[in-house]
T-cell receptor, first 114, second 113 residues
Framework: GDSVTQMEGPVTLSEEAFLTINCTYT??????LFWYVQYPGEGLQLLLKATKADDKGSNKGFEATYRKETTSFHLEKGSVQVSDSAVYFC?????????????FGQGTTLQVKP | EPEVTQTPSHQVTQMGQEVILRCVPI?????FYWYRQILGQKVEFLVSFYNNEISEKSEIFDDQFSVERPDGSNFTLKIRSTKLEDSAMYFC???????????FGPGTRLLVL
């Protein structure tokens, strides 16, 4: 079945460092891809998305490009801040039977130190 | 900005008791979902609901679980007889007809003792 795999965490970076969180997927068809972020004590917030191959999603300095050839959707940010410390989830939308359920990766914890 | 709300934020219950988790989706949304996240694990799909019926459910969503949209605004998840392993954060989500993006509530943390 469809699945999402993320790099293991936690990822610990210093402020202003470059961030990459790897995400690969397995899916039949052409899913949409998402990054959600979960700040401490809060729910899931959509960070960015891409709906077709070669699309780039971006928001708040974060970017991810839908790469069909490598089945990847890696999250990047050029300069992280302490406030970016959170858990990041990669997900795909599997339109099986038109329900649109989300399938999530295991989450990657990012800790940014001042 | 419209948002999904959930109540209660925390619930503690005894094993074998029934619990009802409540959600108010965004008002013009038509597709509703429940997910759960056991501490330290990934977010897992439980059930999707559209047009007043379940459209898909996972293996986790057994006969102990049920969902209902009782009054056109609330969307509830009922666990009839809770088990220790039901302890988790439960998220409600909704989306509209035209977009795949799901909007999540803040979650209900359920602890079964």
């Amino acid at each position: 079945g469809d699945s999402v795999t993320q790099m293991e965490g936690p990822v610990t970076l210093s402020e202003e460092a470059f961030l990459t969180i790897n995400c690969t997927y397995t899916a039949t068809g052409y899913p949409s891809l998402f990054w959600y972020v979960q700040y401490p004590g809060e729910g899931l917030q959509l960070l960015l998305k891409a709906t077709k191959a070669d699309d780039k999603g971006s928001n708040k300095g974060f970017e991810a490009t839908y790469r069909k050839e490598t089945t990847s959707f890696h999250l990047e940010k050029g300069s992280v801040q302490v406030s970016d410390s959170a858990v990041y989830f990669c997900a795909l939308s599997a339109f099986s039977g038109n329900t649109g359920k989300l399938i999530f990766g295991q989450g990657t914890t990012l800790q940014v130190k001042p | 900005e419209p948002e999904v709300t959930q109540t209660p934020s925390h619930q503690v219950t005894q094993m074998g008791q029934e619990v009802i988790l409540r959600c108010v989706p965004i008002s013009n949304h038509l597709y509703f979902y429940w997910y759960r996240q056991i501490l330290g694990q990934k977010v897992e799909f439980l059930v999707s609901f559209y047009n007043n019926e379940i459209s898909e459910k996972s293996e986790i969503f057994d006969d102990q679980f049920s969902v209902e949209r009782p009054d056109g605004s609330n969307f509830t998840l009922k666990i009839r007889s809770t088990k220790l392993e039901d302890s988790a954060m439960y998220f409600c989500a909704s989306r509209d007809r035209y977009q795949e993006t799901q909007y999540f509530g803040p979650g209900t943390r359920l602890l079964v003792l």
